[in-house]
């Protein structure tokens, strides 16, 4: 008697875990699903996202399959990927290819913004799904966004609007801004001068810096010997020049000369590449962190067993956007794109990724929790990889750009 | 002023990586007529040398001051002996493609091993902190970079025009035909020169380790500027190459301190008025070798 009881509340929770059959069967084209991952698998971008977001995606794929059984929509699902080495024309045309030759459904991450956008005009082009991850650029959910077309991990808007307003709260209100002179440098510069102004900051000067650049020392000797001496330096490169300017910024030795060090952005590798002590006690903004709680960290475990390493943030997205596309075409029981489109507007989620996620109906811009984080001091690292600690979460509300704000109208 | 001053000592430590550089490509490719598309690699693979030395090994940056640049000597060998040797000759285009495929296959490479992530490399305990220059203080490591290369290329400087080995060089570069119809063999020297270049190379690259992003493409970045250095220089000329290197340095600083938004473009404007100004450079010879 109470045998069966058991096995039929054990039912009835596993059912209410599987969420019940797909609403419809075998209306999945070529009864198959395909995630195409385009993204740069040898250049900058190589080492925080690359080779290993495809692995990301494709635990994704696992994660799926384990949670639906029979049930899932298909059991066919195929990861193929190819890489768009950082320019917009290359992009553009393998992403045709994954569409038309490989019959992608979806492809995702996508690093660097000419690239992004290039990717954004093929998805809407050819009526088909498009998550990107990896750039930086809000055009994609602003002037340029289309029907097809969603921004999962984080934006330039979101990027300044936690670190410029928490520094400038914290006290530093005279800002010297420097920023490679292309899109995404002059992007992040307008973002965080807008931040911070709106934070009761100022940024007293800006400098554009030739991009790449080697040698930042004419703008840190510029900045101690500025009158006023600024608060805090805030730097938007990143990759190799981030490490460039770090390293010269600690020999001139500005931070004990009261210029604190805040960056744009900055992804694990990036710590990895210095050692925490070169950047301890830089206040940034993080999507997502992998040693955050218990959750993110069985996710990390489960990838360093795959690929020797942590996972940065944008590993993660690339995991949650893959699983969040295959449930939205469990929820319509197809891969055809109007549908998965009309399920995923104004669908709020909760996965190792997103917290208090959702995807906004008006500009598709995903939203969900960001974290305001700072590089710990090597004294205070316990393991390999465990270079932030979180100073406060910003709610998926207040992290991104503000609906009405977007200019999106999917014309 | 004394902001003036410490800007222009900047660009003159970012100068130095210039003329080091410079050197090295200058006297391979006066001696050779090649110009070695390789060179930005080679100065990476010093970078890495001395990374890796520090990390499986132990070996701290002094010793890998010396052991590196050793170490590229013998790898310029086998490329020259092996590669380089068999172009002569031939049109230039031929040891453009060897030395730029050499250039892939080297940052390929290290890609494959470390990633494209730049890896940490600390600053030796000696060269720490700030020295005092009488007017102003500075980071004790590039005052030591700057003396390092002032030093290297003068040392250069009295080798080829005090000592034999300098003369017979010199005349080599000058004249090969005619040096080798004085009874000298111009060939026993085209080895040693190629791998004292590529040394000099991998001796910038060890003096960047500390300083700067050790990556698979920083010589890559490099190398666009110093090419311009040389031609601004004159191709060929020695000490043309290396003065215009501490001049682009400075010019770099300033021109970021001045005019920010120009300072990616100073360098090449500065090599297109040389160039119709003086097509062969500021120390160039008139004629153009072949």
Same mark, same amino acid.
């Given at each position: ?59 994704? *794929? ?36 994954? =569409? ?40 994609? +959910? ?9 921004? =999962? ?25 420097? =920023?490679?002179? =292309? ?59 981030? #490490? ?64 020797? +390493? ?23 029981? +197809?891969?055809?794109?109007?549908? #998965? *489109? ?70 | ?64 001051? !010396? ?11 086998? !490329? ?21 495929? &050499?250039?892939? !296959? ?58 034999? &080995? ?64 040389? !031609? ?32 990616? &473009? ?25």
């Amino acid at each position: 008697m109470r045998k069966t009881a058991v096995l039929v509340a054990g039912a009835l929770l596993l059912s209410g875990c599987v969420g019940g059959p797909p609403k419809a069967g075998g209306k999945v084209s070529g009864d198959k699903i395909v995630l195409g991952v385009l993204n740069d698998q040898s250049g900058i971008y190589a080492d925080l996202s690359g080779k290993n977001s495809v692995e990301a995606v494709r635990m994704a *794929v696992e994660d799926f399959k384990a949670k639906y059984g029979a049930k899932a929509v298909t059991r066919n699902i195929e990861v193929v990927t190819a890489d768009h080495q950082n320019k917009s024309d290359v992009a553009g045309s393998k992403a045709q290819e994954l =569409y038309d030759r490989n019959g992608a459904d979806v492809i995702l991450d996508v690093p660097q913004s000419a690239s992004a956008l290039a990717v954004a005009k093929v998805a809407k082009d050819k009526k088909k799904l498009y998550f990107n991850i990896t750039a930086a650029t809000t055009e994609l +959910t602003g002037k340029q966004c289309n029907r097809y077309t969603f921004h =999962y991990a984080y934006d330039t808007y979101m990027l300044a609007n936690g670190t410029g307003t928490a520094v400038t709260r914290q006290g530093a209100k005279n800002w010297y801004v420097v =920023y490679p002179d =292309y899109a995404f440098g002059q992007d992040m510069q307008k973002s965080f001068t807008t931040a911070v102004e709106k934070a009761g900051g100022k940024v007293g000067v800006k400098d554009p810096t030739p991009f790449p650049n080697d040698n930042f020392s004419t703008f840190l000797l510029k900045a101690q010997n500025m009158d006023p001496r600024p608060d805090v330096l805030g730097t938007m490169q990143a990759g190799g020049d981030l #490490v460039n300017l770090v390293k010269q910024y600690n020999e001139f030795g500005l931070r004990d000369k009261g210029i604190k060090l805040s960056v744009g952005l900055m992804f694990l590798t990036d710590i990895h590449s210095l050692g925490p002590d070169a950047f301890a006690g830089t206040t940034f903004t993080d999507a997502w962190y992998w040693n955050f709680d218990a959750r993110n960290r069985e996710f990390a475990d489960r990838f360093l067993k795959r690929t020797d +390493t942590r996972p940065t943030f944008a590993h993660a997205a690339n995991y949650s956007a893959a699983l969040q596309y295959l449930e939205a075409a469990q929820r319509a029981g +197809t891969d055809a794109s109007d549908d #998965v *489109v009309k399920t995923l507007e104004g669908h709020s989620f909760e996965d190792v990724f997103a917290r208090g996620g959702k995807v906004r109906a008006e500009d598709h811009r995903v939203i969900h929790d960001a974290y305001l984080a700072e590089v710990k001091p090597k004294s205070a690292v316990t393991e390999a990889w465990d270079y932030e600690r979180i100073l406060r979460t910003i709610p998926a509300a207040e992290a991104f750009r503000p609906v009405n704000e977007s200019g999106c109208t999917f014309s | 002023m004394t902001n003036f001053l410490q800007q222009c000592f900047n660009g003159l430590v970012s100068g130095s990586f210039y003329g080091l550089l410079a050197l090295g490509l200058a006297v391979i490719f006066g001696m050779l007529g090649v110009v070695n598309f390789a060179h930005g690699a080679f100065y990476m693979l010093g970078a890495f040398g001395a990374y890796v030395l520090l990390t499986e090994a132990g070996i701290n940056f002094w010793l890998a001051l !010396v052991l590196v640049p050793v170490a590229l000597a013998l790898l310029g060998t086998l !490329v020259e002996r092996f590669g380089v040797r068999w172009l002569t000759g031939l049109d230039p285009l031929y040891n453009f493609l060897l030395t730029f495929g &050499i250039t892939l !296959v080297l940052q390929d490479l290290v890609k494959r091993e470390y990633g494209v992530a730049s890896q940490p490399y600390p600053r030796p305990d000696a060269l720490k902190g700030t020295v005092d220059l009488g007017l102003f203080e500075y980071p004790t490591y590039q005052v030591f970079a700057f003396a390092v290369s002032v030093g290297l290329c003068l040392a250069v400087w009295l080798l080829l025009t005090r000592t034999r &080995i300098g003369l017979i060089v010199r005349a080599a570069t000058e004249r090969p035909e005619l040096t080798g119809a004085l009874g000298v063999d111009v060939r026993r020297w085209v080895t040693p020169v190629f791998a004292f270049g590529v040394a000099l190379a991998g001796l910038a690259g060890v003096l960047a380790a500390p300083m700067r992003a050790v990556n698979p493409l920083m010589g890559a970045d490099m190398v666009i500027a110093v090419f311009a250095v040389v !031609v601004i220089g004159g191709l060929g000329s020695i000490f043309g190459s290396v003065l215009a290197g501490y001049a682009v340095g400075l010019l770099q600083a300033l021109g970021q301190l001045y005019v920010p938004e120009l300072a990616q &473009i100073l360098t090449f404007v500065l090599m297109a008025v040389v160039l119709l100004w003086r097509p062969s450079g500021l120390f160039g010879r008139e004629e153009a070798r072949a």
